[in-house]
């Protein structure tokens, strides 16, 4: 349940200024998030100056250049850098968006960046998703089959059944979704979440998929599924333009039918 009582240490301070060189150009003002549990220190918030036309489009770019360029200790996650592998999810001006793919003419003058919000902080950028994943394995996101597949062709779909699983299947799981939901953030250790509901709804609807009635079996339960409020911010921040809200309320209408 909900911890409402802050932590030790957990107030924010003012932290260390990285002030451009005197004599540069048109600026864009970094407040980036620090913070190592380890250090026993409070989180503070570092500002960093960037010279704007030194700089990539992207906030990705600018933290590139950070870890480059001003304070090599800087901490945060970042592969694929095309909006595909979901490794820089953080809140970027109040929001929870992929570094790689928000631009930064958005952004405006000053750009504020935050780890993904109620999770625990590895160091700086990088929350902990231990329980994310692993509530994402909980829901067995595989092909479960009974019957022996065809001896020389595979599982077939027509094209209709495909295209109900290819947006639910285009999920990342950058996390976004799930850490934007206040019913994941009281209920985190109970409710699964947008992002490992979404991948439940996408194999309940497969064609090729006979555990459906397990599937819903195991979902329904008043946490597990039930702690959805149809609040909608999962859909708002989804960088796939997916749509959990959708699917969690298409589970939770195949339930009502399967009751007859």
Request: glycine fraction near 4%.
């Given at each position: 349940?909900?911890?409402?009582?802050?932590p030790?240490?957990?107030r924010i301070?003012?932290?260390?200024?990285?002030?451009a060189?005197?004599?540069?150009g048109?600026?864009?003002?970094?407040?980036v998030?620090?913070?190592n549990?380890?250090?026993?220190?409070?989180?503070r918030l570092?500002?960093?100056e960037?010279?704007?036309?030194?700089?990539g489009?992207m906030?990705?770019?600018?933290?590139?250049q950070?870890k480059?360029?001003?304070?090599?200790?800087?901490t945060f996650r970042?592969?694929?850098?095309?909006g595909?592998?979901?490794?820089c999810?953080?809140?970027?001006?109040?929001?929870?968006?992929?570094?790689?793919?928000?631009?930064?003419?958005?952004?405006?003058?000053?750009v504020?960046i935050?780890?993904?919000?109620?999770?625990?902080v590895?160091k700086d950028l990088?929350?902990d998703?231990?329980?994310?994943?692993?509530?994402?394995a909980?829901v067995?996101?595989?092909?479960?089959?009974?019957?022996p597949?065809?001896?020389?062709?595979e599982r077939?779909?027509?094209?209709?059944?495909?295209e109900?699983?290819?947006?639910?299947?285009?999920?990342i799981?950058?996390?976004?979704?799930?850490?934007?939901?206040?019913s994941?953030?009281?209920?985190?250790?109970r409710?699964l979440?947008p992002?490992a509901?979404l991948?439940?709804?996408?194999?309940?609807?497969?064609?090729?998929?006979e555990?459906?009635g397990?599937?819903?079996d195991?979902?329904?339960?008043?946490f597990?599924?039930?702690?959805c409020?149809?609040?909608?911010?999962c859909t708002?921040?989804c960088?796939?333009d997916?749509n959990?809200?959708?699917?969690?309320?298409?589970?939770?209408k195949?339930?009502?039918?399967?009751r007859?």
């Amino acid at each position: 349940m909900a911890e409402l009582r802050l932590p030790a240490n957990s107030r924010i301070v003012k932290g260390v200024t990285h002030a451009a060189p005197a004599g540069a150009g048109e600026l864009r003002r970094f407040r980036v998030y620090r913070f190592n549990p380890d250090s026993g220190e409070n989180p503070r918030l570092d500002t960093f100056e960037l010279e704007v036309r030194s700089c990539g489009p992207m906030v990705l770019d600018a933290l590139i250049q950070i870890k480059a360029a001003l304070d090599s200790s800087l901490t945060f996650r970042r592969s694929c850098r095309e909006g595909i592998c979901g490794s820089c999810a953080m809140n970027i001006n109040g929001l929870n968006r992929l570094a790689c793919t928000t631009s930064m003419q958005e952004l405006g003058a000053e750009v504020r960046i935050y780890p993904l919000p109620h999770l625990p902080v590895v160091k700086d950028l990088v929350p902990d998703l231990t329980n994310f994943y692993a509530q994402y394995a909980a829901v067995k996101p595989w092909l479960q089959a009974h019957t022996p597949a065809p001896p020389d062709s595979e599982r077939l779909q027509s094209k209709e059944e495909q295209e109900k699983v290819d947006r639910p299947a285009a999920c990342i799981l950058c996390a976004c979704c799930s850490t934007a939901c206040p019913s994941y953030w009281w209920n985190s250790d109970r409710f699964l979440g947008p992002a490992a509901l979404l991948a439940a709804y996408r194999w309940i609807i497969d064609s090729r998929d006979e555990a459906t009635g397990e599937r819903l079996d195991e979902l329904e339960d008043p946490f597990r599924l039930y702690r959805c409020h149809t609040i909608m911010n999962c859909t708002d921040v989804c960088p796939k333009d997916l749509n959990p809200a959708r699917a969690i309320a298409e589970i939770k209408k195949l339930l009502i039918e399967r009751r007859g």
